[in-house]
């Protein structure tokens, strides 16, 4: 009987283990989470915004046609507009059309703009004895940066260099601004209702550039 050599059978071999993987956890970083919270509030903003200016829509008067100033207002000088929003201003309702026909334009109305009260009057632009006048004035040589309609004025008529100190006169004459417009960046015009005794002097002096302007009361 014959034996066959045992072999030998190599036992297991320790191979070597791979080490677990970790999942690291991503941070959020504060500055993202802020950011993304912002941009969440300004979207709620922007939501609330836009349903505030639908809400507040709504019909107003608008100028149809240029009006000049002291003209009364008929119908086909103004026009209903769809207005959304406008915050800050207060043009008047279009229910409220009979209350501002037959008033008087305070100021120059413009087509396109927005009617408001400011704008109109009841009152005569031109009282009892008044004609209106237009004098010139450099800007800089007027009481404020804006003359409003109703505004009282002091004109001053400055001597007249080429007399003697003896002849020279220095006139004054009340007046109320009815308008005023600016043609070019230096001068604005005075639209003035003055009464008529003192219309031909006020207008040689401003013939001659010698009338000073003071602001005596503001409307």
Do not use: C, H
């Not at 709620?44 to 009364?72: D, E, K, M, N, Q």
């Not at 009617?115 to 450099?138: C, E, F, H, W, Y």
Request: glycine share 8%; hydrophobic share 45%.
């Amino acid at each position: 009987m014959t034996v066959a050599p045992a072999r030998n059978v190599p036992g297991p071999v320790d191979a070597p283990v791979a080490p677990p993987k970790v999942v690291r956890q991503r941070r959020i970083r504060p500055g993202l989470l802020g950011l993304a919270v912002l941009l969440v509030a300004l979207g709620g903003l922007g939501s609330a915004f836009a349903i505030t200016s639908v809400r507040a829509t709504g019909s107003y008067l608008a100028v149809a046609r240029p009006v000049a100033v002291g003209s009364l207002l008929t119908a086909d000088d103004v026009t209903r507009v769809e207005v959304a929003g406008g915050q800050g201003l207060a043009p008047i309702a279009a229910n409220r059309l009979r209350e501002v026909i037959g008033k008087r334009a305070a100021v120059t109305l413009t087509p396109g703009t927005l009617l408001t009260a400011n704008q109109l009057t009841d009152k005569p632009m031109l009282g009892p004895g008044q004609q209106q006048v237009a004098i010139s004035q450099r800007i800089g040589a007027v009481p404020a940066k804006k003359l409003r309609p109703g505004d009282k004025l002091l004109l001053i008529g400055l001597p007249d260099k080429s007399k003697s100190e003896a002849d020279a006169a220095t006139t004054r004459f009340e007046t109320t601004v009815i308008d005023t417009s600016v043609p070019d960046s230096n001068t604005v015009v005075l639209y003035l209702a003055l009464a008529v005794r003192d219309v031909p002097a006020v207008v040689a002096l401003n013939a001659s550039n010698r009338i000073a302007v003071v602001l005596t009361s503001a409307a």
